[in-house]
């Protein structure tokens, strides 16, 4: 069985602080991982996604993530947060070959103060 | 390009009534899923169809919640009777054919389910 662990429910930063965004997976084999951002009242939008290619993977709106297996995590993280970034951000796993379903983490609240 | 659809936004019922949502994918995405999300929580994964076919509805209590994709377009997810730990928003997703993860899956907007 595969899943992903966010830590933190909620987190705040200043404007222009960076984001770090929490997340460990397990799976059994090497997984595929992703960040999606839920903006109130709207469906899951892809941020970014690994697929065993790079390791530092860049997304959209200057978010990236690092996938370090020895550690099991794929953080999220931003530079510089911007007012807009607020939203609820998940962390999901999906196996391979067959096992293609994804499984989310519970999310983590991300609160941009000014 | 058209996103996917999902009709209602909102709904509201009394405990033991029937409901029915809609979900309309993006065209030429023969993969639909139907999640379930619980405030607070992640979304669980319902149903997901392939074209017609049902691939995996492992955790869809199917003595209450039923699916169909009859024409393999659009799709309706049905709860009769509903409970009070039904209340959720019920997000449909589609994407291209096959377990490439490049076959991104695409959100709707959902629908927020209360029940009274």
């Known amino acids: 069985a595969q899943s992903v662990t966010q830590l933190g429910s909620h987190v705040s930063v200043s404007e222009g602080a960076l984001v770090l965004l929490r997340c460990n997976y397990s799976?059994?084999?090497?997984?595929?991982l992703f960040w999606y951002v839920q903006y109130p009242n709207q469906g899951l939008q892809l941020l970014l996604k690994?697929?065993?290619?790079?390791?530092l993977v860049k997304g959209i709106n200057g978010f990236e993530a690092e996938f370090k297996k020895s550690e099991t995590s794929f953080h999220l993280t931003k530079p510089s947060a911007h007012m807009s970034d607020a939203a609820e951000y998940f962390c999901a796993v999906r196996g391979r070959g067959s096992n293609y379903k994804l499984t989310f983490g519970k999310g983590t609240l991300l609160t941009v103060n000014p | 390009e058209a996103g996917v659809a999902q009709s209602p936004r909102y709904k509201i019922i009394e405990k033991r009534q029937s409901v029915a949502f809609w979900c309309n994918p993006i065209?030429?995405?023969?993969?639909l899923y139907w999640y379930q999300q619980i405030l607070g929580q992640g979304p669980k994964l319902l149903i997901q169809f392939q074209n017609n076919g049902v691939v995996d509805d492992s955790q869809l209590p199917k003595d209450r919640f039923s699916a169909e994709r009859l024409k393999g377009v659009d799709s309706t997810l049905k709860i009769q009777p509903a409970k009070l730990e039904d209340s959720a928003v019920y997000l449909c997703?589609?994407?291209?054919?096959?377990?490439?993860?490049?076959?991104?899956?695409?959100f709707g907007p959902g629908t927020r389910l209360t029940v009274l």
């Open positions: 065209s030429g995405h023969a993969t």
């Open positions: 997703a589609s994407s291209l054919l096959g377990t490439s993860a490049r076959n991104e899956q695409f």
């Open positions: 690994y697929t065993s290619a790079a390791t």
């Open positions: 799976s059994s084999v090497p997984p595929y």
